[in-house]
């Protein structure tokens, strides 16, 4: 199973990523303060357990291997003089949900993403749980607990469609980062709620992000051909929930724009290849600085 390590269900406290969670976890760890440290609650602002949810969540989004070090993409994204710290561009959410479903750090999104919507175009939280109970007689090596996979899955909503009735507090019901993606839809709610995630054009998505996440692959080399991009493992159509369509307009848009990209479709061959291959933030760069 690619980018899926040591599988994880748990760590967030049931709560979904809120707002500003991911600047101040960010902040946090840049002033080198530890989350093992006794006035972790008092320099974050949180309760103990929120306190663990965003030392969970900076790890989920890629924004820190260990909970201690950031990576280069937290540093791009959120540092005070960074491409978006306060997430007012769609562009980077879309970022974020692609580092979350990458990293595989949150074993249900990659899981979701790339494996169960395409199984059950329609699912619940109950499907979600078969799902698991099957991927635990696979040897995907975890010690399956149902509430754990329950509770993992209703985070997942929360973070994706947001909270509405029963919310604990009011600040949840509009504190979820990734509704505004508008990826997760219901069908039909109340306990045994259905959900899918609608695989289109994806009209709003920026190309740029779109480049980023294919320069970002470490398995691609010079070339890879649309059947791959569509439906490979982690694969831009996988992740965006893009259709082979989208995924054309994407691409074409992209050639008009970038000269080291070439779109061949042809004989039967139909790829994208790669003149050169630049650094991915490189084109962050032109999408923040455009934007």
Request: charged share 30%.
């Amino acid at each position: 199973m690619n980018s899926i390590n040591r599988p994880v269900f748990s760590g967030h406290e049931s709560f979904q990523c809120r707002h500003l969670w991911l600047k101040k976890g960010y902040d946090f760890v840049q002033k080198e303060k530890s989350f093992s440290a006794d006035d972790t609650v008092v320099e974050l602002g949180v309760g103990k357990n929120m306190a663990s949810s965003i030392r969970y969540w900076i790890r989920a989004f890629n924004l820190s291997e260990t909970g201690s070090e950031l990576t280069e993409f937290a540093h791009r994204l959120f540092s005070d003089d960074g491409y978006d710290p306060y997430l007012e561009d769609d562009g980077s959410l879309w970022l974020l949900h692609y580092h979350l479903v990458k990293k595989g750090f949150a074993t249900s999104y990659s899981l979701i993403f790339n494996e169960l919507r395409k199984e059950k175009i329609e699912f619940s939280k109950a499907n979600f749980v078969r799902f698991m109970q099957a991927k635990d007689a696979e040897g995907l090596n975890f010690n399956f607990n149902k509430n754990t996979i329950e509770s993992d899955f209703d985070v997942f909503t929360k973070l994706y469609f947001g909270t509405t009735k029963g919310a604990k507090d009011k600040e949840e019901v509009v504190a979820g980062i990734l509704p505004d993606l508008q990826l997760l839809k219901i069908i039909s709610k109340g306990k045994n709620a259905i959900y899918y995630i609608e695989t289109n054009e994806k009209e709003e998505l920026p190309e740029e992000i779109i480049l980023y996440a294919l320069l970002s692959d470490e398995n691609i080399g010079k070339s890879i051909s649309l059947d791959e991009m569509e439906r490979g493992y982690n694969s831009i159509g996988s992740i965006f929930a893009l259709n082979r369509s989208g995924i054309v307009t994407k691409i074409e848009q992209l050639v008009s724009k970038f000269d080291f990209l070439v779109y061949k479709d042809d004989a039967g061959v139909r790829e994208l290849q790669f003149k050169s291959k630049p650094n991915p933030y490189k084109i962050l760069d032109k999408y923040y600085n455009g934007n």
